[in-house]
């Protein structure tokens, strides 16, 4: 191999292992790897939101824009906003938002905790059971009386889902849909 080669090979594999360790690093301080949602359950996803919805919708953890970017084209009367931390698949989403831009899709690379909820119409995630507990209480304090929570996997601990579709897979992964009751009415 030429030395020109040698140096391009190496640079691959320096780039490839800093991807790799920046995974690990953002899996370690956000507590979820960045696993897309697989064909399937992303059409459980969003055959669970009319495709009238309109107002914001939120996707908390967005990974590569797997769910992101067919949401922005299944709902094109919403603004949809991705939020992710992970540097490198966030980097991915930008080059697919250049490439194959969605007008209605806004991508954010913040921590969604930080995130105000308030003007949500519709949040989307698929996280852990850890996130979900955190999230509950702002759910429950933030986000307006009939919007809409669509988990993948990981259910809402304390709330009874509008709605439960389990998935005829390996795994019989569920997917659950919750609605914010009234402010007065416990959950
Ligand atoms: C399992 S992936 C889901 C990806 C995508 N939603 C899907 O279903 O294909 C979860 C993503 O949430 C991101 N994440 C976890 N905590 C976060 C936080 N506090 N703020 C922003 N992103 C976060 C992780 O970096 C990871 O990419």
Do not use: K
């Not at 930008?94 to 806004?106: D, E, G, M, S, V």
């Not at 709605?163 to 402010?183: E, F, H, I, K, S």
């Amino acid at each position: 191999m030429s030395t020109t080669g040698t140096l391009l090979f190496l640079l691959l594999w320096a780039v490839l292992l800093v991807g790799a360790l920046s995974i690990v690093v953002s899996t370690l301080r956000t507590g979820a790897p960045p696993m897309p949602s697989p064909p399937r359950v992303r059409r459980a996803l969003l055959a669970m939101l009319p495709r009238d919805t309109a107002g914001t919708v939120l996707e908390l953890g967005a990974g590569w824009g797997d769910v992101a970017f067919p949401l922005a084209d299944h709902l094109p009367q919403a603004r949809v906003v991705a939020y992710e931390l992970s540097w490198l698949p966030f980097l991915f989403m930008r080059l697919r938002q250049r490439f194959f831009p969605r007008a209605n899709l806004t991508l954010r690379r913040e921590d969604f905790f930080r995130a105000s909820l308030q003007d949500a119409g519709c949040v989307i995630c698929y996280l852990s059971r850890g996130h979900m507990a955190r999230l509950a209480p702002r759910f429950e304090a933030d986000l307006p009386e009939g919007a809409h929570i669509v988990s993948h996997t990981f259910a809402l601990r304390g709330w009874t889902p509008a709605r439960t579709v389990r998935l005829d897979d390996l795994y019989r992964t569920p997917v659950y849909l919750y609605v914010v009751p009234p402010r007065e009415q416990a959950r």
